[in-house]
């Protein structure tokens, strides 16, 4: 009961601590803006789960540097300046610290990015319950899962707030760009497998043509591949903040 | 008391933000086509499209200000319908449409939109002769739905911090009152 209240305590303080409002509201203004910033392309009722598709390019990109930002000043940034010291100098077990900068930070940019992206449901015109708005949602928490996972794992490597931002956003933008779409190795070309196969099935509509055929075995390599880099990385970084990380 | 200023800067913020963005999305226009002068012409005393088809495609259009430039080479009756009013004409065959006018030939009409919604363009062929028609549609202007939207928000964002300043004021002229007793 009260290791629960503890890590509650650390998940507000944590929250307060890099949710301050003129970031809050950079963050909810800046969501706003990618959605309402991009034009619908498709104007018809039967095609225009496709502009889903189109919006989320830019999403991606930003939760990308939004993500590596947050998760770097959390982990590396505490441990650079030494409130990781002092937080440990109190009856603080380090799992709890660990999922409290975790989730603090995890939770509140999947909902601002997520509730903006919302506002597609009513520009587009979708219905409330549209799969491929849910699926779209789906992805930014599976590309956000792995832009934290990287940010945490470089932070504890590198242990500098500025550097392990700088590798994480690199490493993944560039890893987004390599490859043209569709692949399995970027997060826009994985959705490209996933809206061609839902897309399919829910709207009886190929977005990308007849020619590019996805098969159920590739919808679920797109959505492992992501799940699998965050549990490897997320476990291995946790493993090594709780037991073998030294903090001088 | 500093929870309500705060959720107020939000709303006010996030108001703001709209406004911006309905006037950069205004400086854009959508541009799109019905019919081709040339290519499948419209029998006499029929509709571009078939009462009870399951399969017509409407539009989606935002409440924005829509020019149409209407070419033909005699004369159409051309109506604008959203969604239920579609319904009711293919069951009923009733005409209750947003927009209407009768007997065009060549002409540019200005219509407002007024909301957000899947909009069917019909047209019918009054002659007795068939008839090509083009109608070149330009959405332009302000989006009126995010612009609302905007001043809402921005409204309600600057009365809550309103009735925050006047609660701490007000407890601010309580303190000395408290420590004088």
């Given at each position: 009961m009260r290791s629960k209240k503890t890590f509650f305590n650390l998940l507000r303080w944590e929250f307060e601590e890099h949710y301050s409002l003129p970031i809050l509201v950079f963050l909810i203004s800046s969501a706003i803006i990618l959605v309402l910033a991009q034009s619908n392309l498709n104007i018809h009722?039967?095609?225009?789960?496709?502009?889903?598709?189109?919006?989320?390019?830019?999403?991606?990109?930003?939760?990308?540097?939004?993500?590596?930002?947050?998760?770097?000043?959390?982990?590396?940034?505490?441990?650079?300046?030494?409130?990781?010291?002092?937080?440990?100098?109190?009856?603080?077990?380090?799992?709890?610290?660990?999922?409290?900068?975790?989730?603090?930070?995890?939770?509140?940019?999947?909902?601002?990015?997520?509730?903006?992206?919302?506002?597609?449901?009513?520009?587009?015109?979708?219905?409330?319950?549209?799969?491929?708005?849910?699926?779209?949602?789906?992805?930014?928490?599976?590309?956000?899962?792995?832009?934290?996972?990287?940010?945490?794992?470089?932070?504890?490597?590198?242990?500098?707030?500025?550097?392990?931002?700088?590798?994480?956003?690199?490493?993944?933008?560039?890893?987004?760009?390599?490859?043209?779409?569709?692949?399995?190795?970027?997060?826009?070309?994985?959705?490209?497998?996933?809206?061609?196969?839902?897309?399919?099935?829910?709207?009886?509509?190929?977005?990308?043509?007849?020619?590019?055929?996805?098969?159920?075995?590739?919808?679920?390599?797109?959505?492992?591949?992501?799940?699998?880099?965050?549990?490897?990385?997320?476990?291995?970084?946790?493993?090594?903040?709780?037991?073998?990380?030294?903090?001088? | 008391m500093k929870i309500i200023t705060q959720v107020g800067i939000i709303l006010f913020a996030v108001g703001l933000t709209i406004l911006a963005c309905s006037f950069y999305r205004s400086s854009s226009t959508e541009n799109f086509n019905n019919g081709v002068i040339g290519f499948l012409p419209l029998q006499p005393h029929s509709w571009n499209i078939d009462p009870n088809s399951t399969d017509t495609t409407p539009y989606i259009l935002a409440p924005r200000t829509m020019r149409m430039d209407v070419k033909t080479n005699s004369t159409i009756d051309f109506y604008i319908l959203n969604r239920d009013a579609f319904t009711l004409w293919n069951s009923e065959e009733k005409l209750e449409p947003d927009w209407s006018c009768e007997g065009v030939n060549q002409d540019i009409y200005t219509v407002q939109i007024k909301n957000r919604n899947e909009y069917f363009f019909l047209i019918y062929n009054p002659s007795n002769s068939a008839v090509d028609f083009a109608i070149n549609c330009t959405l332009y202007d302000l989006e009126t739905d995010l612009l609302w939207a905007s001043i809402v928000a921005m409204t309600i964002g600057l009365i809550l911090i309103g009735i925050s300043k006047i609660f701490q004021q007000n407890q601010k002229k309580l303190l000395p009152k408290l420590h004088s007793f």
């Open positions: 009722p039967e095609r225009n789960f496709i502009n889903l598709y189109n919006k989320s390019g830019s999403i991606f990109f930003i939760l990308t540097i939004i993500g590596s930002a947050f998760f770097s000043r959390t982990f590396a940034g505490s441990i650079e300046k030494g409130k990781l010291k002092l937080l440990l100098s109190y009856p603080i077990k380090r799992w709890q610290l660990f999922f409290s900068k975790f989730s603090a930070m995890f939770i509140p940019l999947f909902i601002i990015y997520g509730t903006a992206f919302s506002i597609n449901i009513y520009l587009d015109h979708l219905r409330p319950l549209e799969p491929l708005f849910f699926l779209s949602l789906f992805a930014f928490l599976l590309h956000l899962m792995v832009v934290s996972s990287v940010s945490i794992s470089l932070s504890m490597v590198i242990k500098n707030e500025i550097l392990s931002m700088m590798a994480s956003i690199l490493l993944i933008i560039g890893i987004e760009n390599l490859f043209s779409i569709p692949n399995f190795f970027s997060t826009e070309g994985r959705l490209t497998y996933q809206f061609q196969y839902f897309g399919e099935l829910s709207h009886n509509i190929k977005p990308f043509g007849d020619d590019f055929i996805v098969t159920s075995g590739d919808v679920i390599v797109t959505f492992l591949i992501p799940i699998l880099i965050f549990s490897s990385l997320f476990v291995l970084s946790f493993i090594y903040f709780k037991r073998f990380m030294e903090i001088d | -």
